[in-house]
Each structure stands twice: as C-alpha cells, then as structure tokens.
C-alpha cells in the first residue's frame, strides 16, 4: 500500500487492504500485481459494499461481526479478481 502525496486513502480502506495482507489473501498473488488488486478491491468494495466501509470508520475497531464481514467481501473479491 502506497499513498500518492497529497492523495490520502480513507481509513477504511486502509483497513481493508492490511486485512487482506495480514490474514493471507495476498499471498497467492506476484508482486507486480498487488497495485491493482488493491485498486480493484477498493472499486469493488465501494461499489458492492459500501456499507462495509462505513461500519469500519464508525465502529474503529474489529469486533467479530465486523471481522467475519471483512473476511466474506474479501473472498468474495478473490473470486472475481483476475490476476
């Protein structure tokens, strides 16, 4: 993840794409593909589950209702994103 100066990514997404890092769903993807799938991932989820995005910013924290969504969007995501 990387920020373009004077180009901030909401909070939310942030979140979202360290998620996907931390708990494995990078991991089966090169490298040179990681700056569009977290492009894409942030297109996806702001237009199929927005909401998502929003409970993020409110809540501030992962509880386990939160962190089960997360995981349902980002697999959902691995299903339609072509490397």
Same mark, same amino acid.
């Given at each position: 993840? /990387?920020?373009?100066?004077?180009? %901030?990514?909401? &909070?939310?997404n942030?979140?979202? &794409?360290?998620?996907?890092g931390v708990?494995?769903?990078?991991?089966?993807? %090169?490298?040179?593909?990681?700056? $569009?799938?977290? $492009?894409?991932l942030?297109k996806?989820?702001?237009? @199929?589950? %927005?909401?998502?995005?929003? *409970?993020?910013? @409110? @809540? /501030?924290?992962?509880?386990? =209702?939160?962190? *089960? @969504?997360?995981? /349902? &969007?980002?697999? *959902?995501? =691995?299903?339609?994103? &072509? %490397?």
């Amino acid at each position: 993840m /990387k920020q373009g100066q004077y180009e %901030p990514i909401p &909070v939310g997404n942030q979140i979202l &794409v360290i998620y996907a890092g931390v708990h494995g769903f990078l991991d089966a993807y %090169p490298v040179d593909v990681l700056q $569009r799938y977290e $492009r894409d991932l942030y297109k996806f989820v702001e237009d @199929k589950h %927005p909401d998502i995005l929003a *409970e993020i910013d @409110k @809540k /501030k924290e992962l509880d386990d =209702a939160l962190d *089960e @969504k997360i995981q /349902k &969007v980002l697999n *959902e995501f =691995a299903e339609v994103f &072509v %490397p």
